[in-house]
C-alpha cells in the first residue's frame, strides 16, 4: 500500500533509472480523478496498445477515444524506448480485474489466474501501455523492452516494491492478451535482477 507518486517524483525516478522520457501536453493534470478514486497503488499492470507509429499511439493513450476516454495510461512506452508520461492520476488502463489478483500482488506473491471482474484496477495500479499490434508477429525492439523493464523498476524502488508488483493486464483479468510477445516472468526476472 502507498501513497501515488509525485508527477516531479515520477521524472526523477524515471530518469534516475535510465530512461528517456518525454513530457506530453498537460500531463500532470491530466487524470480521470473526478470518475473515482486514486491510490492507494499497490503494483504496475503492463499493456499493449494494438497501434502502430509512435505518435499516433502517444496521441491515443494521451487522449483515448469515444468509448475510453484518456488517459488510457500513465506512460506510453513507444519502440525506440521513449517513456512518453501521459497522465498523473486515474487512468483508464485495467479496468476491472480479480481481487485475488490484487491480494497476491500486495502480498508480492505469484498471483492466481484470474476468473472474476469485481475490483476496480484503475485505483490501485500504475499503467504503461506499450507500442505494439500484439497480433504475436510485431517485435518488441530490445530499446523498447528495457524501456519497459526501467520504468517498471524505477516505480518499485519508489516504493520499496519487488518485481512481483508488475503484472500483465492478462494477469489482471482472462478478458485480456496484453501483452503478448514476451513473458511476464521473464520482465519480472528482469527486473528483479535491476533491483538487487
Ligand atoms: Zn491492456
Given at each position: 500500500?502507498?501513497?501515488?507518486?509525485?508527477?516531479?517524483?515520477?521524472?526523477?525516478?524515471?530518469?534516475?533509472?535510465?530512461?528517456?522520457?518525454?513530457?506530453?501536453?498537460?500531463?500532470?493534470?491530466?487524470?480521470?480523478?473526478?470518475?473515482?478514486?486514486?491510490?492507494?497503488?499497490?503494483?504496475?499492470?503492463?499493456?499493449?496498445?494494438?497501434?502502430?507509429?509512435?505518435?499516433?499511439?502517444?496521441?491515443?493513450?494521451?487522449?483515448?477515444?469515444?468509448?475510453?476516454?484518456?488517459?488510457?495510461?500513465?506512460?506510453?512506452?513507444?519502440?525506440?524506448?521513449?517513456?512518453?508520461?501521459?497522465?498523473?492520476?486515474?487512468?483508464?488502463?485495467?479496468?476491472?480485474?480479480?481481487?485475488?489478483?490484487?491480494?497476491?500482488?500486495?502480498?508480492?506473491?505469484?498471483?492466481?489466474?484470474?476468473?472474476?471482474?469485481?475490483?476496480?484496477?484503475?485505483?490501485?495500479?500504475?499503467?504503461?501501455?506499450?507500442?505494439?499490434?500484439?497480433?504475436?508477429?510485431?517485435?518488441?525492439?530490445?530499446?523498447?523492452?528495457?524501456?519497459?523493464?526501467?520504468?517498471?523498476?524505477?516505480?518499485?524502488?519508489?516504493?520499496?516494491?519487488?518485481?512481483?508488483?508488475?503484472?500483465?493486464?492478462?494477469?489482471?483479468?482472462?478478458?485480456?492478451?496484453?501483452?503478448r510477445g514476451f513473458t511476464m516472468d521473464d520482465?519480472?526476472?528482469?527486473?528483479?535482477?535491476?533491483?538487487?
Open positions: 500500500m502507498a501513497t501515488p507518486i509525485t508527477a516531479n517524483s515520477f521524472v526523477e525516478a524515471l530518469k534516475k533509472e535510465g530512461v528517456k522520457v518525454e513530457e506530453v501536453r498537460d500531463w500532470r493534470n491530466h487524470n480521470r480523478n473526478h470518475k473515482g478514486p486514486w491510490g492507494p497503488v499497490h503494483g504496475i499492470v503492463i499493456h499493449h496498445t494494438v497501434t502502430q507509429g509512435a505518435k499516433e499511439t502517444v496521441d491515443l493513450i494521451y487522449d483515448g477515444h469515444a468509448s475510453l476516454p484518456g488517459p488510457l495510461a500513465h506512460g506510453c512506452i513507444t519502440k525506440d524506448g521513449t517513456v512518453h508520461l501521459t497522465g498523473h492520476g486515474r487512468a483508464n488502463h485495467a479496468g476491472l480485474g480479480d481481487d485475488d489478483v490484487l491480494r497476491a500482488v500486495i502480498a508480492e506473491k505469484n498471483p492466481p489466474k484470474p476468473n472474476e471482474m469485481n475490483t476496480d484496477g484503475n485505483r490501485s495500479f500504475y499503467g504503461f501501455e506499450c507500442e505494439n499490434l500484439g497480433d504475436g508477429k510485431d517485435p518488441w525492439p530490445d530499446a523498447q523492452l528495457e524501456a519497459i523493464e526501467k520504468a517498471a523498476a524505477a516505480l518499485c524502488r519508489h516504493h520499496g516494491w519487488n518485481e512481483r508488483s508488475v503484472i500483465g493486464h492478462l494477469e489482471w483479468t482472462n478478458q485480456k492478451s496484453d501483452p520482465m519480472r526476472a528482469r527486473i528483479a535482477a535491476r533491483l538487487k
